[in-house]
């Protein structure tokens, strides 16, 4: 069964919404009209789902940042501190050198693509 969604380009890309086999059909269309197409099942693998905590603190202290996502598979973690600061490590501690609010984005990527 096909998705309805058709992209257009040399290089697409779409995100699934579900798990398991996926048929996807390439055509390409010369200039001239002649056109040629191919199918192709692929595998999508079920990929993790980010989710952290974070202590607050004082100015001056460190605040315990924990990522906590869900997966079967191996995975790596990449958070973006809100301060210029990053980390790649899955439990550690930050120190913030101003008082303020911070945006923290934690990014989780399966390894196996």
Same mark, same amino acid.
């Given at each position: ?7 257009? &380009?040399?290089?697409?890309?779409? @995100?699934?919404?579900? =798990?398991? /086999?996926?048929?996807?059909? !390439?055509?390409?269309? #010369? ?15 079920? &990929?993790?789902?980010?989710?952290? @905590?974070?202590?607050? =603190?004082? /100015?001056?202290?460190?605040? !315990?940042?924990?990522? #906590? ?45």
């Amino acid at each position: 069964m096909f998705a309805s969604d058709t992209l257009v &380009g040399f290089s697409p890309e779409y @995100s699934f919404l579900d =798990t398991g /086999l996926q048929q996807v059909k !390439l055509m390409a269309v #010369s200039n001239f009209g002649c056109a040629s197409d191919t199918l192709e099942t692929v595998y999508v693998k079920d &990929g993790p789902q980010a989710a952290f @905590s974070v202590s607050e =603190t004082c /100015l001056g202290n460190h605040s !315990l940042f924990t990522s #906590s996502p869900s997966s079967t598979v191996p995975y790596s973690v990449f958070w973006d501190l809100g301060d210029g600061s990053n980390s790649t490590i899955e439990i550690f501690t930050h120190q913030y050198a101003l008082a303020g609010n911070y945006n923290v984005e934690l990014i989780v990527a399966g390894n196996n693509g």
